[in-house]
């Protein structure tokens, strides 16, 4: 939060270029540079995109909102400044009305409230929200601007997290009718197969590398349950695992999981309804499903195992439960941060990128008895995990790892103390076996049984399209002016018939296009009471509704159309071999061109048939061979955003506002490593640790600490402390040293600097400096009067008359000055009388 004390002072100043600034927010930075062009390197091909919220952190004194203004804003986007409550009330900045709605100027609190609403919020859940730091805040020197920031985020990051529980439906839905075809054996067949059994759930956490050996000598005993972006290294580790469990819809999951792919003759997939197509089309195994496999028909799998959240993990132990597995091992299922950053194991990409720097988390209890960071969305999986523990109590859950974050219900085991017996040979056979392929007249059956079903589907939803279109006429026709009441009554019944049909008639379609469409039919609501709702507002709630019904079910339709395209597709591959090139234009526009590979074993004998098309085929694995070996640059970038240094410092100043010891240790330890080879993790190693041991009251070695930091190193923030360790150590010399190199940054430390040098006893060049400020800044009665006090108590009588009388001018009750100024008279009267 904001602190209560603003550092921001009320004096402006003007620059070589007329423009007027805030030296206590924008220090010197438009005096040699004005701030156009300053702007237009840094900000102006950002500020010109498209459809884009653009959330800036300070407006440099008012010159940046100004700026926005007089460049213009891109078609679709808009900005919200969020800024500080002592700025604000500095500054006026006037908005045109033709900026009125895509231009937005607001304090904390209020942008909690301006992101709620509905095209803000939709702009954050499109992941099209940009976040920026002004010249002032991104320069460190307040804090303030480096908390605001760090809420800012945490508002859009909340936002974004709690919308996608509401409004990430429609990925679900797309990948589900992507899977129809894929999706052939529900998990439901593995249900209580392994009752009394061990098993261990193997996620990614950073304590997965101190249990390899143990996994791999208990082999024999145990079930291997996998999440999938760890199974290729278990597998290079010499663990296979028996089963290998993925959930994650978004595209780039193949990108984070493509070395499972290479494990298809080995594992049995178990991947959620909703699972990455990429993934589930291009594995060349068994596999089987959770969850629903059509989002129109849930009575088709009732008895399925579910597919459940918020993490991979949650999934992986829902699965197991359902198996029946009575004692449950947890390994890598950390929860939470290692002591010194890493988010993953070893062999990991986000091990690679390094410790986690920049992500302000939250803080969790470990088996160990420390403190560790984790993100809001393990958070939830704690909860949920827990949740699943309590509903199984007579179960057994283990977590090996004293590192991880204490689950209620799940007790840390060292390994030596863990009891298990061998697994059953058959038991091994039937993971080994189930999930194969069918033979090649079922699979023809069923995949025809599927086309006719989504044939079917995809007409009954034209079909909808066509009511809801009608509909959304009728409801245009109502809202003429010119409209009867006898012609109104007869629309209503029209819509009216039209409703009940889509109820009745299509309920479950009707149901899934409202599901789909959730955001968009929130569109019509209203916090009204019915009974004060004109006709107008009828009309135009009518008009919403049917018109999100209208393109939530083309959409579905268009979905529908392209899963029925597929499955055709599907069908084709059986036959003969010679269809390759029709095959190939649809892996191509799914992006599926690992199929080859399952066609090529469906048809051993390509190679005679196919002569024409052998470059083509090559061609496809070729392409295939390239997303299994792209950069994934995609993912790298949003990875290595949260571990800038530039996030590493909001980070640190986060934490010492908040006084956090436990999360300055952990930043210190994370830098230390990294600052003998780069100059900007030295300097913030040097503030995280000079902190911790000022928090921990070591204020020698605090100071020692800062003075080590290199000259050339040292920024204002780090400045801020060695003063402040010198002052309290009563280090007169060194505070001098630190506040005459500060001012180099503002003139606000003069004032301070000239009360060391007074302490130091050096009268005329204290006195020199207060009147160096005083001449810039006349307009500062509070030194006004610390110089009057000054000039008082060293007998500089005039001086001090003259001081408390300028007070006086701008603030004629000012009691420090009256006061002083009655003594003054008092002492000169009496000296007078003597």
């Known amino acids: 939060m904001q602190e209560s004390q603003s550092t921001i002072l009320n004096t402006f100043a003007v620059n070589p270029f007329g423009e007027y600034y805030l030296p206590s927010i924008n220090r010197t930075q438009f005096e040699s540079i004005d701030s156009k062009t300053q702007y237009d390197t840094k900000f102006k091909q950002d500020f010109g995109r498209e459809d884009t919220l653009h959330v800036v952190i300070g407006m440099d004194s008012g010159l940046l909102a100004n700026y926005v203004l007089e460049t213009g804003i891109a078609e679709g986007s808009r900005f919200i400044f969020v800024e500080l409550d002592a700025a604000l009330s500095l500054l006026q900045i006037e908005i045109p009305k033709e900026f009125k ?30 976040f920026y730091r002004s010249l002032g805040a991104a320069s460190n020197h307040l804090e303030e601007y480096t908390l605001l920031c760090n809420d800012v985020e945490k508002i859009i990051q909340n936002t974004y997290f709690d919308s996608e529980v509401s409004f990430s439906q429609k990925i679900f839905v797309k990948t589900q009718l992507e899977n129809i075809i894929e999706n052939r054996q529900p998990a439901s067949v593995l ?73 298809h003759k080995e594992a049995l997939f178990v991947q959620s309804f909703h699972v990455c197509s990429r993934m589930s089309a291009q594995w060349q195994g068994r596999s089987l499903y959770l969850g629903n496999r059509i989002p129109w028909n849930k009575s088709l799998d009732e008895n399925n195992i579910e597919s459940i959240g918020p993490t991979v993990t949650n999934s992986a132990v829902h699965l197991a439960l359902n198996m029946g597995f009575s004692q449950l091992l947890l390994c890598g299922v950390d929860l939470c941060h290692s002591k010194d950053g890493y988010t993953h194991a070893k062999g990991t990409l986000e091990a690679s990128l390094g410790p986690n720097l920049g992500q302000i988390c939250e803080w969790v209890d470990t088996y160990a008895g420390y403190k560790a960071e984790t993100l809001i969305q393990l958070l939830c999986a704690i909860e949920s995990l827990e949740n699943q523990v309590a509903a199984f109590s007579e179960r057994t859950f283990i977590n090996l790892s004293r590192t991880a974050a204490i689950v209620k219900g799940v007790s840390y085991q060292a390994t030596k103390d863990i009891q298990l017996q061998a697994i059953a040979k058959e038991k091994r056979q039937l993971l ?16 025809e049984g599927w086309i006719n079903e989504l044939d079917e589907t995809a007409k009954s939803m034209g079909e909808i399209t066509t009511l809801s279109s009608n509909a959304l006429r009728y409801s245009r026709e109502m809202a003429k002016q010119d409209v009867t009441p006898q012609q109104l009554s007869a629309l209503s019944e029209k819509i009216e018939t039209i409703e009940q049909e889509l109820n009745s008639k299509y309920h479950s379609l009707s149901q899934l296009i409202k599901f789909y469409g959730y955001y968009e039919f929130t569109k019509f609501l209203t916090t009204k009471e019915s009974d004060s709702w004109s006709q107008k507002q009828l009309n135009e709630m009518t008009f919403s509704y049917y018109d999100a019904f209208e393109k939530i079910s083309e959409t579905l339709h268009n979905l529908i159309n392209n899963s029925l395209q597929r499955s055709k597709s599907r069908l084709l591959e059986t036959c003969s071999s010679s269809k390759i090139t ?30 024409p098309h052998l470059e083509l085929i090559e061609e496809l694995e070729s392409e295939y061979q390239e997303q299994l070996t792209n950069d994934r640059k995609v993912y790298v970038d949003a990875v290595k955003k949260t571990t800038t240094l530039e996030r590493a410092f909001t980070k640190i100043m986060v934490l010492v506002n908040a006084k956090h010891l436990a999360g300055l ?57 060695t003063l402040r360790l010198s002052l309290k150590l009563m280090k007169l010399e060194q505070a001098s040293k630190a506040l005459k190199k500060a001012t180099s940054y503002s003139d606000e430390y003069l004032p301070q600097y000239a009360n060391v040098l007074r302490l130091q006893g050096l009268t005329q060049e204290s006195v020199n400096t207060y009147l160096d400020y005083l001449d810039r800044y006349p307009s500062d009665l509070m030194v006004w009067l610390k110089f009057g006090t000054f000039m008082f108590d060293i007998r500089q ?5 003259d001081a408390f009388s300028h007070v006086i001018q701008s603030d004629p009750d000012n009691q420090v000055a009256l006061s002083y100024l009655t003594k003054i008279d008092t002492m000169l009267n009496a000296e007078q009388g003597s």
């Open 101 to 130: 709605q895509s231009l937005h100027i607001c304090t904390l609190s209020e942008f909690s409230e301006l992101l709620k609403e509905e095209t803000n919020e939709l702009f954050v859940i499109k992941d099209r929200c940009s």
């Open 432 to 447: 080994q076996t189930i999930g194969s392929t069918d033979s090649k007249q079922e699979k023809v059956e069923e995949i």
């Open 665 to 721: 240790k952990q930043m210190a330890t994370c830098l230390q490593p990294v600052a003998a080879h780069e100059d900007e993790a030295n300097r913030l190693y040097h503030l995280a640790y000079g902190h911790q041991l000022y928090l921990e009251e070591q204020y020698e070695e605090a100071l020692t600490c800062m003075l080590d930091l290199p000259d050339e190193l040292v920024t204002e923030p780090e400045l801020k402390l």
């Open 582 to 611: 029709e095959l190939a234009k649809q892996w191509r526009a799914d992006n599926q061109q690992g199929r080859v590979r399952i066609w090529k074993q469906a048809h051993p004998d390509y190679m005679e048939h196919c002569k």
């Open 797 to 801: 009588i005039q001086a001090a008359i």
């Open 191 to 263: 249900k209580d197969q392994f009752t009394g059994m061990a098993c261990i759930i193997i996620a990614g956490g950073p304590s997965l590398d101190q249990h390899i050996e143990w996994i791999r000598s208990q082999s024999d005993n145990l079930i291997v349950i996998a999440v999938s972006r760890i199974a290729s290294k278990l597998y290079n580790e010499g663990i296979t695992p028996d089963i290998i469990v993925s959930v994650d819809p978004q595209d780039h999951s193949f990108e984070v999981n493509r070395e499972m792919m290479s494990l």
